[in-house]
């Protein structure tokens, strides 16, 4: 397991690194202003759906089902036809109805600032069927114990979005945008021919075949399937699902205001996924298994060395960023476009962010439990609870602080997503296994 979390980690590291590389670009380039504004907000959706898809619902839908299925290529067959199908029909009424669908995810957003970001919205969302399509194939690659092909392939879009901006280089901010938005598409069609690689060098491509038979035959374990991932998008998303609200609230800000907060989360996001997120891909096919095979004392050790594990890396993580707040942001944004102001406020934001880094990361690793005992319906419920907080911590503290007030109520959004899901997992098992140790 150490050695899968270090793969993931290795691979997640390289993809942020490069990440932050290109976001240095796009704040140089951009700066924070309306067209980095009206870019963030139309990546911000299919972002969302990459981070429930790769980092949660899917994968933890999927594996068990698929674990216990006894025809695997009739299932994954199945499962991929009907969902892809879904998202491109989807992509297609984006496309169609691109301004509607962005005045609803940035309702601050003016007549003119729509008619900008919604071209870019329709465009950014064909990036969804694309990271499903690498989603579902990394799933299997995981499930067969290899991981380094989707902890890397990130890096792919990363490098997509550089190139992006270099050939942009020169060019009016509107055309900065269209480059960066094309770069995303083309991203996650390298990331697909790399999972499809990997899993033909595998042999595994016989879990695919597109025959008619397979794709129309209906099946108890597509619908036991269903029934646990829909639930499971809520359920393993709310620290993302937040951040989108964040970014809602504050196309009523002032300008800028979106930007700070994608930079500050960029930042907060990155020992989120190195540690927390690495730990969970690779401990989730692990804890499913054992206690699918009833072995929960093998379960709950690699429950308890993980949650040791993640708590200290998380605390000194967000200390660090908490105290050099302003060296981080001045180091990685403040030149060309982005200028002092932008540090002071991004800078801010980043400390309120960081407060909610331990409790986020922690809440991850136990609602895995809490998907190995199929208890879906239960995380999806803690998750919806969560997000009402969110809200009305939002609309509370948007007035009084602005942006700094949204990113503070994200993170009391993750200390009461802890403490449910803590509340769910027993806190007398919670002292007497993990704590204590209790054998």
Same mark, same amino acid.
């Given at each position: 397991?150490?050695?899968?979390?270090? #793969?993931?980690?290795?691979?997640?590291?390289?993809?942020?690194?490069?990440?932050?590389?290109?976001?240095?670009?796009?704040?140089?380039?951009?700066?924070?202003?309306?067209?980095?504004?009206?870019?963030?907000?139309?990546?911000?959706?299919?972002?969302?759906?990459?981070?429930?898809?790769?980092?949660?619902?899917?994968?933890?839908?999927?594996?068990?089902?698929?674990?216990?299925?006894?025809?695997?290529?009739?299932?994954?067959?199945?499962?991929?036809?009907?969902?892809?199908?879904?998202?491109? $029909? $989807?992509?297609?009424?984006?496309?169609?109805?691109?301004?509607?669908?962005?005045?609803?995810?940035?309702?601050?957003?003016?007549?003119?600032?729509?008619?900008?970001?919604?071209?870019?919205?329709?465009?950014?969302?064909?990036?969804?069927?694309?990271?499903?399509?690498?989603?579902?194939?990394?799933?299997?690659?995981?499930?067969?114990?290899?991981?380094?092909?989707?902890?890397? @392939? #990130?890096?792919?879009?990363?490098?997509?979005?550089?190139?992006?901006? &270099?050939?942009?280089?020169?060019?009016?901010?509107?055309?900065?945008?269209?480059?960066?938005?094309?770069?995303?598409?083309?991203?996650?069609?390298?990331?697909?021919?790399?999972?499809?690689?990997?899993?033909?060098?595998?042999?595994?491509?016989?879990?695919?075949?597109?025959?008619?038979?397979?794709?129309?035959?209906?099946?108890?374990?597509?619908?036991?399937?269903?029934?646990?991932?829909?639930?499971?998008?809520?359920?393993?998303?709310?620290?993302? =699902?937040?951040?989108?609200?964040?970014?809602?609230?504050?196309?009523?800000?002032?300008?800028?205001?979106? @930007?700070?907060?994608?930079?500050?989360?960029?930042?907060?996001?990155?020992? &989120?996924?190195?540690?927390?997120?690495?730990? @969970?891909?690779?401990?989730?096919?692990?804890?499913?298994?054992?206690?699918?095979?009833?072995?929960?004392?093998?379960?709950?050790?690699?429950?308890?060395?993980?949650?040791?594990?993640?708590?200290?890396?998380?605390?000194?993580?967000?200390? =660090?960023?908490?105290?050099?707040?302003?060296?981080? =942001?001045?180091?990685?944004?403040?030149?060309?476009?982005?200028?002092?102001?932008?540090?002071?406020?991004?800078?801010? =934001?980043?400390?309120?962010?960081?407060?909610?880094?331990?409790?986020?990361?922690?809440?991850?690793?136990?609602?895995?439990?809490?998907?190995?005992?199929?208890?879906?319906?239960?995380?999806?419920?803690?998750?919806?609870?969560?997000?009402?907080?969110?809200?009305?911590?939002?609309?509370?503290?948007?007035?009084?602080?602005?942006?700094?007030?949204?990113?503070?109520?994200?993170?009391?959004?993750?200390?009461?997503?802890?403490?449910?899901?803590?509340?769910?997992?027993?806190?007398?098992?919670?002292?007497?296994?993990?704590?204590?140790?209790?054998?």
């Amino acid at each position: 397991m150490i050695k899968h979390i270090f #793969t993931n980690s290795a691979g997640i590291l390289v993809s942020r690194i490069l990440g932050f590389i290109r976001d240095m670009m796009t704040a140089t380039i951009l700066g924070a202003n309306i067209y980095s504004d009206i870019f963030f907000i139309a990546f911000k959706i299919p972002n969302l759906f990459r981070t429930v898809f790769a980092e949660g619902a899917f994968t933890q839908a999927f594996i068990p089902a698929f674990s216990r299925s006894t025809h695997k290529t009739r299932f994954t067959t199945i499962i991929f036809t009907q969902l892809i199908f879904i998202l491109i $029909l $989807l992509s297609l009424l984006v496309t169609l109805f691109a301004k509607g669908i962005t005045a609803a995810i940035a309702f601050g957003f003016d007549e003119a600032t729509l008619d900008l970001a919604a071209p870019l919205v329709a465009i950014n969302f064909y990036y969804l069927p694309l990271i499903f399509s690498v989603t579902f194939l990394g799933a299997i690659l995981q499930y067969k114990n290899h991981f380094a092909t989707t902890a890397y @392939s #990130t890096a792919l879009l990363n490098i997509s979005m550089i190139i992006s901006l &270099l050939l942009a280089q020169g060019l009016e901010a509107h055309s900065v945008v269209y480059y960066l938005s094309f770069g995303v598409i083309a991203g996650g069609v390298l990331q697909l021919i790399a999972h499809l690689y990997s899993l033909r060098k595998r042999k595994l491509d016989k879990y695919f075949a597109f025959k008619q038979q397979l794709i129309t035959t209906k099946s108890k374990l597509t619908q036991g399937f269903y029934k646990t991932f829909f639930p499971a998008i809520l359920g393993s998303s709310t620290a993302h =699902i937040a951040a989108f609200i964040d970014t809602a609230l504050a196309s009523f800000l002032v300008t800028g205001s979106i @930007s700070y907060l994608y930079y500050a989360n960029r930042i907060f996001q990155l020992p &989120l996924a190195l540690f927390a997120i690495a730990t @969970s891909i690779a401990l989730f096919p692990s804890i499913a298994k054992a206690i699918k095979n009833n072995n929960r004392f093998r379960a709950l050790q690699m429950l308890r060395k993980a949650f040791w594990f993640l708590l200290g890396l998380l605390f000194v993580s967000a200390t =660090i960023g908490i105290v050099f707040n302003n060296e981080i =942001i001045w180091l990685l944004f403040e030149r060309g476009a982005f200028n002092e102001n932008d540090t002071k406020q991004t800078a801010i =934001i980043l400390a309120m962010y960081l407060i909610g880094l331990v409790p986020f990361g922690l809440a991850k690793i136990f609602s895995l439990w809490l998907y190995s005992e199929q208890k879906q319906i239960i995380t999806a419920k803690i998750s919806a609870k969560s997000l009402v907080f969110n809200i009305i911590f939002s609309l509370i503290l948007i007035a009084p602080f602005g942006a700094a007030g949204l990113a503070f109520s994200s993170t009391m959004t993750g200390f009461v997503l802890f403490f449910l899901t803590i509340k769910e997992f027993g806190f007398r098992y919670f002292y007497d296994e993990i704590l204590k140790g209790k054998k």
